[in-house]
């Protein structure tokens, strides 16, 4: 996909044998390098241009302007309008939401790798994390559960915290809660499988599908989870 100079690479993940129909995922591979073009920058609302100027740091902005412009063009394509005229906006807990009826969809964005998941019927939820080993010691046992804790604590501590993480974030984004405010409300645990095991320690539990997705590249990982439980 090109966005008008800048260096995007984006793949559709085939994600069909895990998912029910209706739900679309893509990988945007980017050039951190590559200024950012104006056109690019012209295809976002004020608001989101407002977002990211508060980036501090070139690569961020470029993170964000792309994997938003790119959103607007799979977006706009999917309802036959223009991308620079969809209205996008935060919707509860700042997931963006669009403001007319449409599909549901879901970002994230980390180091050079960025995920868009387009729903057709159900509120979804994305993650990607490029693992970092200053994080896994300090962050165990603040943010995770006692399961979790005893998951990560193997002979691949970095990769098992961050396929947790990314689970964990996806199945919250996919909810449109609060991540801080709900790390505790479930474990996810990964299975030798892409699967995960979920175990809710809240009442009702949600009736959730939360999946890692293989993005066929080593100290990566990414999830993705969708919300069936009823409204």
């Known amino acids: 996909m090109s966005l008008d100079g800048a260096r995007v690479r984006c793949r559709q993940l085939d994600i069909r044998p895990l998912y029910i129909s209706g739900v679309a995922v893509w990988h945007l591979l980017l050039d951190l390098t590559a200024p950012l073009p104006s056109a690019v920058w012209a295809e976002l609302s004020e608001a989101e241009q407002a977002a990211c100027l508060r980036y501090r740091q070139p690569a961020d902005r470029l993170r964000y302007a792309s994997t938003r412009a790119t959103l607007r063009q799979l977006l706009g394509a999917h309802l036959g309008q223009s991308a620079g005229a969809l209205q996008i906006q935060p919707g509860a807990h ?138």
């Open 94 to 231: 700042g997931k963006p939401v669009l403001q007319a009826a449409g599909p549901q969809f879901n970002v994230s964005h980390a180091g050079q790798h960025a995920l868009i998941a387009i729903s057709e019927t159900h509120p979804v939820g994305v993650d990607v994390e490029v693992h970092d080993t200053r994080h896994p010691l300090t962050l165990l046992a603040e943010a995770y559960t006692p399961m979790e804790q005893a998951h990560c604590q193997g002979g691949e501590e970095v990769a098992a915290f961050f396929d947790v993480w990314s689970g964990k974030e996806a199945l919250l984004k996919a909810w449109g809660v609060g991540v801080a405010d709900h790390l505790a409300s479930v474990t996810v645990l990964p299975q030798a499988t892409l699967d995960y095991l979920l175990h809710w320690h809240i009442q009702p539990a949600r009736t959730m599908q939360l999946k890692r997705l293989d993005l066929g590249m080593a100290g990566v990982s990414a999830a993705l989870a969708l919300d069936l439980s009823p409204p």
